[in-house]
């Protein structure tokens, strides 16, 4: 099974724990600090190797210490870099991600190489063997979403390659108008409410997910924090309830749920069966710091739900 992940590639700099209602001083202690390997595709990407796919990443770090650094943990994780660009005049994207006690994070970030992502920097040719590819996510890519992106996942379809979606915020405010050309080439589409609503003028996850329907996408999924995902297409409409666990960390939660649906639908499930199943490794995720840390198995997620099924 070979996936190609194109997206965002970042450094994260995790403290925790953080909380806002602390009065911090000039030096003070706090429990652990991580330099980890983020951004929408790297966490795709690492989870999907994890699981036995055969995964390149496409996307963009800057020529300098911090894009070796990912560059060196991606392959660690078993992830093929061969289309990750280095920009000599950009530096690698970071974020300085903030966890407080009970697992919820405040993001702060820098404008790095990640944005340049056009085109000119895709592979010439499909992976060979691809099965899907996941776009990590709408949003984020704006050159490439400008110029090149609906090309290419015709592309992509003409191959038989399954496409899939998530969605970052919309920090320009183009609204539905900046990705509605996409939706029709997008066979699963997995937002967040939080990201969704905005652009879609609604105010509930099953108003949104019959939006982007309505719009083409024939697999709709709307993923709901700890309320778990709600579900559209032509054979199922419903929730499907997450987990419930006590996070450490929420960070990267939504990439892993993506990474193990994709690789449940590939592998044959029913639609709503790779939903639930996706939820609960999403859920899974929370127990540990970072958004890519835990290294995921079948056999781990299968013991997780059949303990937390008790």
């Known amino acids: 099974m070979s996936v190609l992940c194109i997206g965002s590639a970042v450094i994260d700099i995790t403290a925790h724990p953080v909380e806002a209602n602390v009065i911090w001083k000039e030096k003070q202690r706090i429990s652990d600090i991580r ?30 210490q911090n894009g070796q650094l990912l560059e060196d943990a991606l392959r660690n994780r078993g992830v093929d870099t061969r289309f990750l660009r280095r920009k ?34 895709l592979p010439r040719e499909f992976p060979a063997a691809c099965q899907a590819i996941s776009l990590a996510s709408l949003f984020s890519m704006t050159q490439w979403e400008q110029d090149g992106l609906t090309e290419y996942l015709k592309q992509a379809k003409e191959n038989g390659i399954l496409v899939f979606a998530d969605l970052a915020s919309d920090k320009f405010g183009q609204g539905l108008f900046g990705i509605r050309p996409f939706l029709p080439y997008i066979d699963y589409f997995l937002p967040s409410l939080y990201d969704a609503m905005p652009m879609t003028g609604t105010n509930d996850a099953e108003s949104v997910a019959r939006v982007y329907h309505d ?74 710091m970072g958004a890519s840390q835990v290294t995921l198995s079948e056999r781990k997620i299968r013991e997780f739900i059949s303990e937390q099924a008790k």
């Open 35 to 64: 330099i980890l390997p983020g951004g929408d595709a790297v966490n795709q990407s690492i989870h999907l190797a994890a699981l036995g796919s055969d995964v390149y990443l496409c996307g963009c770090v800057g020529d300098d």
């Open 215 to 288: 719009l083409g996408v024939r697999h709709v999924i709307i993923k709901c924090g700890e309320k778990g995902c709600f579900c559209l297409d032509d054979t199922f409409s419903g929730w499907i309830p997450a987990v419930p666990v006590k996070p450490v960390d929420t960070t990267g939660a939504g990439d892993c749920m993506v990474a193990v649906f994709l690789t449940r639908i590939l592998a044959g499930d029913h639609f709503a069966d790779a939903c639930r199943y996706a939820c609960a490794a999403a859920s899974y995720s929370t127990l540990f």
């Open 88 to 121: 000599k005049d950009f530096q690698t994207t970071a974020s300085l991600v903030l966890v407080n006690g009970v697992g919820e994070r405040h993001t702060f970030s820098v404008k790095g190489a990640h944005s340049t992502l056009c085109k000119e920097d």
